[in-house]
C-alpha cells in the first residue's frame, strides 16, 4: 500500500521560508514523478511544482525563482525549499507521486500559512 508522508508546514511571516518534505513507500512499480500541488480556499488545485526521474522540473509561474522542488531518489523524498513567501501562497499543499505505470497516489496534505 503507497503511504506519502508530508512534513514542514506551518505559519510563516511574508519574506519568510519554509522547506516541506514528502516522504513515499510502498511504490510497487516504481517512482517516475514527484510534485506539490496546492489549494486556497475557494480555488481549485493547482500544480506548484514537479520532477522527474531524471530531474527535469516545472514550475507554477508565480512561485519561479522562489520555490526549489528536489527529489532524493534512494529515499524516495521531495523536497519543495519556499523562500520569499507571499501571503498569497496560502493553502493547502499536497504531495503527489506517479508511478512507472502512470498510477498517482496523493498525500494528506500540510497547511502553509503566510501571514503576519
Known amino acids: 500500500q503507497v503511504q506519502l508522508v508530508e512534513s514542514g508546514g506551518g505559519l510563516v511571516q511574508p519574506g519568510g521560508s519554509l522547506r516541506l518534505s514528502c516522504a513515499a513507500s510502498g511504490m510497487i512499480f516504481g517512482i517516475n514523478a514527484m510534485g506539490w500541488y496546492r489549494q486556497a480556499p475557494g480555488k481549485e488545485r493547482e500544480l506548484v511544482a514537479d520532477?522527474?526521474?531524471?530531474?527535469?522540473?516545472e514550475y507554477l509561474d508565480s512561485v519561479k525563482g522562489r520555490f526549489t522542488i528536489s527529489r532524493d531518489t534512494v529515499k524516495n523524498t521531495v523536497y519543495l525549499q519556499m523562500n520569499s513567501l507571499k501571503p498569497e501562497d496560502t493553502a493547502v499543499y499536497y504531495c503527489?507521486?506517479?508511478?512507472?505505470?502512470?498510477?498517482?497516489?496523493w498525500g494528506q496534505g500540510t497547511q502553509v500559512t503566510v501571514s503576519s
Open positions: 503527489r507521486v506517479t508511478d512507472w505505470r502512470g498510477n498517482t497516489s
Open positions: 520532477i522527474n526521474i531524471v530531474g527535469s522540473t
